[in-house]
């Protein structure tokens, strides 16, 4: 799922080609995609754009005559800024924003349809799509502190939890943890105040560092290659592999269709954390600490 860096990039590029410009039409393809129909989507057909913002991980754009098109493109959706009028032939295409000097698509591999596009009415009709999280480029300590511990969860639940943090996914959460040398699954009423303190900068100088470079990856372009899973990345997507830091070989904790990445030279001072499946399954077999790999 594009996280806070893909998404912030994506709203910088937009705002550069569609600031100003009317729409000139919507192309809804996938029958699940369009999630509204009042106001119609034909609504939108002339008004110009006025802002174009990230709320969480949408992607909202403000119109003229308070009318917005909120975008979420969930794990598998893409956006891709085409020539104007370009074709939606592929299965994968969703729909369509037209402009006058380019299109932007829509794209979302895979079966399950879960991006979704939908088009309010109302000055702040955006804010029904915000789930409220911490923006953690602006918070203090005071202010992390108190979202991270107001409720007994691991800290990798907390950072992904999109009431909690605006913008924390599976992927950064994986990379923020490492920076900070903790385990995922330590429990955030337990933390002491140092590791929070460390915890919070890890997380703004993951986001600030990760938003550096798909900017500069980007330049004057379009972000085509958004992806989870990036070879830069310390040990997200890296099971398996050394990690950049001690060498230890990176570990994963899966659970239904996630996965879990950590260093446990780093993060857990050598023990392999329990897969919940896998360990139930290996029981006696599965190793504990790094030497019984």
Partial sequence: MPELPDITVYVEALSQRVLGEPIVGVRIRGPFFLKTFDPPVEAVHGKRVQTVKRVGKRIAFGLEDDLWIVVHLMIAGRLHWKPPGAKLAAKVNLGAIDFPKGTLTITEAGSKHRASLWVLAGRDAWREHDPGGLEIETATLEEFTSVLTRENHTVKRALTDPHAFSGVGNSYSDEILHRAKMS?????????????????EATRDTFREWVERLRAETGDGFPEGVTAFRPEMAVHGRFGLPCPVCGAPVQRIRYTDRETNYCPGCQTEGRILADRSLSRLLKDDWPKHLDDL
Avoid: V
């Fill in 184 to 200: 995922p699954l330590l429990l955030t009423q337990k933390l002491k105040p140092e590791q929070i303190a460390r915890l919070f």
